[in-house]
């Protein structure tokens, strides 16, 4: 079964900077989106935000809008998360996710990857 990869997670000052990349092992059929979700300490698992493999349809959670952006490599077949101006509340294990549609529901991906650590201190 195809995996997806996670990297580029770490330790960062707050109002720092981190890009996370998703690589999945292999193009996976059925799949047209990929998108991030975030499971804060002690939190419930949180969209982060979306991007289509198809066209350029994408778009992020409200609580990182103007601070995160997502990317996709086509060639690559590789996602990014770009994210500024971190905050100590963003501190999470980041995971990227593979699916057949766009959704804010972790429900509807059907792909995970393990997930990477992002810790922002003050």
């Known amino acids: 079964q195809a995996q997806l990869v996670e990297s580029g997670g770490g330790s960062v000052q707050a109002g720092g900077s981190l890009r996370l990349s998703c690589a999945a092992s292999?193009?996976?059929?059925?799949?047209?989106?990929m998108a991030w979700f975030r499971r804060a300490p002690g939190k419930g698992l949180e969209f982060v935000g979306y991007?289509?493999?198809?066209?350029?349809?994408?778009d992020v959670g409200d609580s990182v809008k103007g601070r995160f952006t997502i990317s996709r490599d086509s060639v690559k077949y590789e996602v990014y998360l770009h994210m500024l101006t971190l905050k100590v509340e963003d501190t999470a294990v980041y995971y990227c996710?593979?699916?057949?549609?766009?959704?804010?529901?972790?429900?509807?991906?059907?792909?995970w990857g393990q997930g990477t650590q992002v810790t922002v201190t003050s």
């Open positions: 996710a593979a699916g057949p549609r766009l959704a804010t529901s972790p429900a509807t991906y059907e792909y």
């Open positions: 292999e193009r996976i059929t059925g799949i047209s989106s």
């Open positions: 991007i289509s493999m198809r066209n350029n349809l994408k």
